[in-house]
């Protein structure tokens, strides 16, 4: 192989000698290291969700959790305008970035507690509210 056939990717004095084509080799110590990362990964998720179940398991807990995803005005979509009504597309992406982050933790919730997401919508969300006389 001439200097005129190296791949243009390769820098001029890096040797083609065919060892970026060879299969990687994992050692005993780099599958332990996977395994370990994997189990913690596994343990904080599980953690997490335990953490959420807590949280969710209390009155106290579930209004505060409503008042988290009410600040980010997770369940209204806002459009901003600039002072002369004509709208401005950054402030809109910035609400519509709170929003998001209040419907995947919404989300989240609701695959981890279904039933006491439920609950904090029938004792915070006034959509939930019945009038007297109705059950």
Do not use: C
Request: charged letters at 35%.
């Amino acid at each position: 192989m001439t200097d005129d056939d190296k791949p243009d990717d390769l820098p001029p004095d890096q040797p083609d000698d065919g060892s970026a084509n060879e299969p990687l080799v994992l050692d005993a110590r780099a599958a332990r290291v996977y395994e370990s990362k994997k189990r913690r990964v596994e343990r904080e998720r599980k953690e997490g969700e335990e953490f959420w179940r807590k949280a969710l398991n209390t009155f106290v807990g579930r209004r505060e959790i409503w008042r988290l995803l009410t600040d980010a005005r997770t369940f209204e979509e806002r459009f901003a305008s600039g002072p002369n009504g004509f709208p401005n597309s950054q402030a809109t992406d910035y609400y519509r970035g709170e929003r998001d982050f209040g419907l995947r933790l919404y989300q989240k919730l609701l695959v981890i507690d279904l039933e006491h997401v439920s609950q904090m919508h029938i004792e915070n969300d006034t959509r939930f509210v019945r009038p007297p006389g109705q059950s």
